[in-house]
């Protein structure tokens, strides 16, 4: 065939526009003109026309799918009334199509979860220490290494003082002298007794029992030897003395702590004080103790931030009669709170209860004193806890799937219904706390109006495309860039977080690390806020105490009471996790993944060992949105 003939021609034409083709779908980006072809391009008679919700710029005349992102294209109805430019209109058929789901806002009582961890400590009220009552030789130890069981009563500590025998021979005299003073007169009688009672208060003062007394009053001459027995019952936690040291009044010999009763002391962030309130109930799991679950309230907020940690300690008082809880042990507890129209924990349990103000363990019924301190108790009220307000003071809550955020911006799309079919108008609103799949709402919204809960990303993209009001463009106009998944700034994170990352572990710290990672990485993709905790305490429970290991340590230690909190979290721990990989430190085959709409467009990294891309910022939302940058095998990076 001549390259100058017409056939030729026509042919390295066809040749040429093919290229051309597959070069711009290949490079096409936010910035690209709008994709039509003769096929494809829309009419201007078309009522209808599809759209991507993450490529607004893509327009075509029938149903498919998104030749960037692959994604479901969405109906957009076409509408020349620009009488409100924050509503949409759809007519039935169109919503349908988007399916578009909607609820209708309602007050009610608002419940949400909080995620603790801590460990189990001693109860400090039931630790008792023993000492010398007066100065001497310890001739002989009894309970002679910290962990015996000793029961009030039991032989401790046999003392060697020449000063019992000074104090004997009073007590020995004065008795006999009582003894023989029933003939007496009574002044002398009573003065006689008073000398013996004194006599036997200086020995009981000194630690000695009144079998011991007895003893002491009924022999014909003193001795220098005592014996000191356990005041309680308990465990010796500390032995502070050896046999044969010389010890002075107070010198402290053992600590003994009783079991039958012991502190659960968890840590609290600032972020989840207000969640938290006297009385509540916690349910909390040890590690040492599987398939058990134990439960108690809490008893005590501690009044003061650790300026260290930014925690603050609760405390629960649990009974420990069968001694399954020791101390040390790690527990983890989960709190149900219920939220008033400000998002503060109230507790309707604790209504017309009466508590000690000094030990509010103690909760009564009816009015009376402490069990422990005797003092007054008052009601429940006076110490900040309240019971549920008024119905019409109830919190006006919203599904959390039907919210758009981006930054301090919360979005939400009201529905109405007309003759020629659905509009929704676009509203700011302002939210309170979030309770599990809900937000309070402090303002913005009425109750018994009906907000979109899917499908809202669609009518979104749909207001971008019309250039109104939107939640990426809130004043409307031109549109923002669509669903970027080329480089732009975020080509290469990691050089510019090397610099802030210091690592000095073990590889194999990293390669275990792995494991609880892609768990961790697999169930945020599933919205599975249980499984990704329990992913990240294992973290968490790896690398505390190592040393280098802070930088993977310290995401663990965040507010984790919401699946966002550990998309954060995650977030961190995938930046180190990269740099590992990337300085060859991780043995196994992985593929860093990008999805440059996490956190509101900021975009971000994590990594994963198949190539099916599985998000874990979005979860089921949008769960195959990412583009897998590199891969390392063996810590060596491929493109």
């Known amino acids: 065939m001549k390259y100058n003939s017409k056939p030729a021609r026509i042919f390295y034409a066809l040749i040429t526009v093919v290229i051309v083709f597959i070069i711009g779908f290949k490079l096409g980006g ?226 003994i702590a009783d079991l039958r009763r012991v502190w659960i002391v968890l840590d609290a962030y600032e972020s989840q004080i207000s969640l938290l309130n006297f009385g509540q109930e916690v349910k909390f799991t040890a590690e040492g103790i599987p398939g058990v679950e134990f439960a108690g309230r809490i008893a005590y907020i501690d009044p003061m931030v650790n300026e260290k940690t930014r925690t603050v300690n609760v405390r629960l008082n649990i009974a420990n009669d069968d001694g399954l809880l020791k101390p040390g042990m790690f527990v983890r507890a989960m709190v149900s709170s219920v939220l008033d129209v400000k998002g503060n924990a109230i507790n309707p349990a604790m209504a017309d209860k009466w508590v000690c103000p000094m030990h509010p363990e103690v909760i009564q019924d009816l009015a009376g004193i402490c069990t422990i301190c005797g003092m007054d108790l008052v009601q429940a009220d006076r110490l900040g806890i309240v019971n549920l307000p008024d119905p019409e003071q109830l919190p006006l809550t919203i599904p959390a799937s039907a919210v758009l955020k981006t930054g301090k911006r919360a979005v939400v799309y009201i529905r109405t219904s007309t003759p020629d079919g659905l509009v929704f108008e676009g509203r700011e609103i302002v939210l309170s706390s979030r309770a599990g799949d809900d937000y309070i709402v402090e303002s913005g919204l009425a109750e018994g109006e009906v907000v979109v809960t899917r499908g809202n990303f669609k009518i979104d993209s749909a207001m971008q495309i019309s250039a109104k009001p939107s939640m990426m463009n809130p004043e409307g106009g031109s549109m923002p860039p669509g669903h970027q998944h080329g480089p732009g700034d975020m080509k290469t994170k990691l050089s510019a977080l090397a610099s802030n990352i210091h690592l000095d572990v073990s590889p194999d710290l990293l390669n275990s690390v792995m494991n609880p990672y892609l768990k961790l990485q697999m169930a945020l993709s599933k919205d599975d806020f249980d499984a990704a905790y329990s992913a990240l305490m294992e973290i968490h429970r790896l690398t505390m105490g190592v040393k280098g290991a802070e930088a993977i340590m310290e995401p663990t230690m965040k507010p984790v009471d919401t699946i966002d909190h550990l998309r954060h979290s995650f977030e961190d721990i995938s930046n180190v996790l990269r740099y590992a990989a990337e300085q060859k430190l991780i043995s196994m085959e992985v593929n860093e993944v990008f999805c440059p709409m996490a956190f509101d467009f900021k975009g971000a990294y994590w990594i994963q060992t198949g190539k099916e891309i599985n998000n874990p910022y979005f979860g089921k939302k949008m769960l195959r949105c990412g583009e897998i940058r590199r891969q390392w095998n063996s810590g060596k990076a491929s493109k």
């Open 30 to 255: 936010p910035d690209e003109p709008v994709i039509e072809t003769p096929e494809t391009s829309v009419s201007p008679a078309s009522s209808t026309i599809w759209t991507c919700s993450m490529h607004p710029q893509i327009k075509l005349p029938k149903p498919g799918q998104c030749p960037i992102c692959f994604m479901d294209l969405i109906p957009v109805v076409r509408s020349d009334d620009n009488d409100n430019p924050r509503q949409l209109k759809l007519s039935a058929a169109a919503a349908e199509l988007a399916e578009v789901e909607t609820t209708t806002i309602r007050r009610h009582a608002v419940e949400t979860r909080v995620s603790l961890s801590g460990k189990v400590e001693y109860d400090e009220t039931l630790i008792s220490r023993i000492a010398a009552w007066i100065p001497g030789r310890l001739e002989r130890l009894y309970v002679d290494y910290t962990g015996i069981r000793v029961h009030k009563g039991d032989h401790l500590v046999e003392l060697y003082s020449p000063e019992l025998i000074t104090a004997q021979e009073e007590l020995i005299q004065a008795y006999h002298q009582f003894q023989n003073s029933n003939g007496d007169s009574r002044p002398r009688h009573e003065t006689v007794e008073k000398t013996w009672m004194a006599a036997r208060d200086k020995f009981r003062l000194l630690g000695l029992n009144d079998t011991q007394i007895e003893k002491i009053e009924k022999q014909d001459a003193p001795t220098d030897h005592v014996t000191i027995y356990s005041p309680s019952s308990g465990f010796v936690i500390h032995k502070d003395a050896v046999e044969g040291m010389y010890v002075s009044t107070g010198t402290p010999i053992y600590t």
